[in-house]
């Protein structure tokens, strides 16, 4: 079992930035991969990004790339996203999920484990 604690959410004007945390228990997360996933009021679960177990390889939403980065460190079995450049439509409850699995993944249903989330508003 893996548990998974988000944090860093709040209120961010746009064009600003905002770093969230992801903290992995019960298990090390080396050797998974790991993603982060977010849900606005009235749309379905989207992918953000994801990193596979090394670290080396991260794929982006087409909405995100380029201001958004995501990374790990497995020593402290945690995962990090920056957000740079906010948009309003970057509102939404942030995810962070681990696969059982080594290779990057941008499926939802790939992912085991989900954290609760952490509400990210961007205001305009």
């Known amino acids: 079992q893996v548990q998974l604690v988000e944090s860093g959410g709040g209120l961010v004007q746009a064009g600003g930035s905002r770093a969230l945390s992801c903290a992995a228990s019960g298990r090390s997360i080396s050797g998974l991969s790991m993603g982060w996933f977010r849900q606005a009021p009235g749309k379905e679960r989207e992918f953000v990004a994801t990193?596979?177990?090394?670290?080396?390889?991260?794929y982006y939403g087409a909405s995100v790339k380029g201001r958004f980065t995501i990374s790990r460190d497995n020593a402290k079995n945690s995962m990090y996203l920056q957000m740079n450049s906010l948009k309003p439509e970057d509102t939404a409850v942030y995810y962070c999920?681990?696969?059982?699995?080594?290779?990057?993944?941008?499926?939802?249903?790939?992912?085991?484990?989900w954290g609760q989330g952490t509400q990210v508003t961007v205001s305009s």
């Open positions: 999920a681990v696969a059982l699995q080594s290779d990057a993944d941008l499926r939802t249903s790939r992912y085991d484990y």
């Open positions: 990193i596979n177990w090394r670290g080396n390889i991260k």
